[in-house]
């Protein structure tokens, strides 16, 4: 693609009619475009998907993240290793000549975009800005701005999410997009609210002495906000004064502090503050939402995934041929249980054996095609909770021995995520206690590839967080879209898509239980439901057929990204 090209002529399908800005500070728009760490990067991803897939008049804004999130190896003590994860926004985006620019430190702070465009089904495109602070005319500092996602240090963290909400809604309208909504994937871009504030308070130059400044109502029309977070010390804030260091003067405190909240400037509290519409993503996490944030109503909108991005290429073609018009309208997967069993079966085998190959090639460990697989992979954070499944290895030790299995692992840790950097090296002091008792490898450099392998070849899916600390959750929505059930915590998503024995299973534990009453069930569950079920046949016999079946047409054709988008465009966009 070529380097630099007049965004009128680039952009004229997309300026023409007014778009809704979806903001977030990561989005999974490929595998080689490393502007993503996890779940909420993916599910930014599948929106914009499915935007493309139905015509809805989107433009994605997000950060070019030049070095990525991480890279992860694991070295021989079984220790994460990380590494720069660079990719080239020239290979894969075009870049735009608009520039623009953001005050910070009392500097100018100029910002570029790349465009990126999402081609869906059926002809439909949305446009991705990815804003670029990595320009000659910025100092050595600021030009690394938007080098590194979630990169370390209060300082960095608001200067991204000051180039993300300021810099990006400048940068809209000096390309010509005409804005009608604001959508804040997560607080992170919750300054553009100030931004639009200042926009709409410089305009009226009319004022009388007792008019207010700024026009709050006019903002909040404009913006809706889906929070991801159920824990408050999960929301992201600064102290005022070190804010007010950084952002510029017209941005001044007593302004923060009447939206922001009066202790900090609190990103999660600005979004609620200046948003006419917020949501959680399950119906669960709305109702923790409501809890936590007094005064503000929370709906839900329960995440759904985008379903050609996460089906394998042998369901694909099953679906293709029984069911037509499935990636348009998910909906029809909910007739999954006509097709044949043997064909269900065969497709998941062949999913299972690519796995296998991929295990082979990253860890050089050769798993046995004829035992079944229970697959985790998730941030390696402390909720999450990666080790209770290894609570007990005599316990592991002795299951295995009536019903065989093996475990697939992955899964990235925060660098700054002490806790979560030793559940690793926790995860592969399990590896060699069980080894030759229970084969358990572990996946380095967890990313959307290795995810949709998993996902597809794993015969369990397992989600073992810590309730109610689960958002939403979207791996084993993924899951089911190949046949694969879940066993899960009733936390997040699960919550709506559990029905015992049908979609998967539930692992139970009674509020306040320290971990021990969850590895029990979930030990009882492997032990006398799940793997005597699988050994039946081998994975072949109609009753494994039936709960693949279940999955699908009860969990795959609820839980996608069509259904999510109607809900957003009826609900919020178009209302
Ligand atoms: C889907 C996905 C996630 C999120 O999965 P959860 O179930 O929400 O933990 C994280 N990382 C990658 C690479 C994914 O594909």
């Not at 465009?115 to 949305?126: D, E, F, I, K, T």
């Not at 405190?253 to 990103?267: E, Q, S, T, W």
């Not at 609620?272 to 519409?277: I, P």
């Not at 059930?485 to 139970?508: N, Y």
Request: with cysteine; aromatic share 8%.
């Amino acid at each position: 693609m070529s380097s630099e090209v007049n965004p009128h002529c680039l952009l004229a399908e997309f300026v023409g009619d007014s778009r809704i800005a979806y903001f977030s500070m990561e989005i999974a728009l490929e595998n080689a475009i490393h502007t993503y760490s996890g779940g909420l990067g993916c599910l930014a991803g599948d929106t914009l998907r499915a935007a493309a897939d139905m015509g809805l008049p989107l433009v994605g804004v997000t950060l070019v993240s030049r070095l990525g999130y991480l890279r992860q190896e694991i070295d021989a003590m079984g220790r994460q290793v990380e590494h720069p994860d660079p990719w080239a926004p020239e290979e894969h985006a075009t870049a735009l000549s608009a520039l623009v620019a953001v005050r910070l430190e009392d500097r100018e702070v100029w910002v570029r975009g790349w465009l990126y465009v999402v081609q869906g089904q059926g002809g439909g495109r949305a446009p991705v800005v990815l804003l670029d602070t990595d320009l000659p005319q910025n100092n050595p500092d600021d030009r690394a701005i938007t080098n590194v996602l979630y990169g370390y240090g209060q300082a960095y963290r608001l200067k991204q999410e000051a180039v993300l909400g300021i810099g990006g809604v400048r940068l809209l309208r000096a390309l010509g997009f005409s804005i009608r909504r604001y959508h804040l994937n997560e607080g992170h871009s919750a300054l553009l609210t100030i931004e639009l504030l200042l926009q709409f308070g410089r305009a009226a130059v009319h004022l009388r002495p007792d008019e207010p400044r700024y026009d709050a109502p006019r903002v909040r029309k404009m913006c809706n906000f889906t929070t991801h977070t159920p824990v408050e010390a999960g929301h992201d804030k600064f102290d005022y004064s070190f804010a007010a260091r950084i952002l510029d003067e017209d941005i001044d405190v007593p302004l923060l502090r009447r939206y922001a909240g009066d202790k900090d400037l609190n990103m999660t509290r600005l979004a609620l503050e200046m948003s006419d519409y917020v949501n959680g993503v399950a119906r669960s996490h709305a109702v923790v939402s409501n809890a936590m944030f007094p005064g503000h109503e929370v709906h839900a909108i329960t995440n759904g995934v985008h379903p050609l991005n996460w089906t394998a290429p042998e369901f694909v073609a099953l679906y293709n041929q029984w069911l037509p018009g499935w990636c348009h309208e998910p909906e029809i997967l909910g007739r999954a249980d006509r097709i044949d069993d043997q064909r269900i079966l065969s497709a998941h085998h062949a999913c299972r054996l690519r796995l296998l190959e991929l295990v082979r090639s990253r860890t050089g460990t050769a798993l046995d095609p004829s035992v079944p697989i229970i697959g985790f992979a998730r941030r390696m954070t402390g909720y999450k909770r990666p080790e209770l499944l290894f609570s007990s290895i005599e316990r592991l030790r002795s299951i295995a021995r009536q019903s065989p299995f093996q475990i697939v692992l992955a899964g990235k840790a925060h660098p700054q995520d002490l806790g979560g950097k030793q559940t690793i090296e926790s995860l592969h002091r399990s590896i060699e206690a069980l080894r030759g008792d229970v084969p358990v490898v572990f996946i380095p450099n967890y990313d959307m590839d290795v995810a949709r392998e998993m996902v597809a070849g794993s015969d369990v899916w397992l989600n073992t967080p810590l309730p109610p600390l689960e958002a939403s959750g979207t791996s084993g929505m993924k899951a089911a879209f190949n046949g694969v059930p879940q066993l899960s915590v009733l936390d997040g998503w699960w919550v709506e898509g559990w029905i015992e024995g049908v979609t998967g299973w539930v692992i139970e534990s009674e509020p306040g239980d320290n971990g021990d009453g969850a590895a029990a069930s979930l030990y009882r569950k492997l032990e006398e439901s799940i793997l005597p079920l699988w050994h039946v046949g081998a994975g072949k016999s109609a009753q494994w057929a039936s709960v693949m079946k279940g999955a699908i047409c009860r969990n795959a054709a609820y839980f996608q990204s069509q259904r999510m988008m109607r809900r957003y465009a009826t609900e919020v966009y178009l209302r």
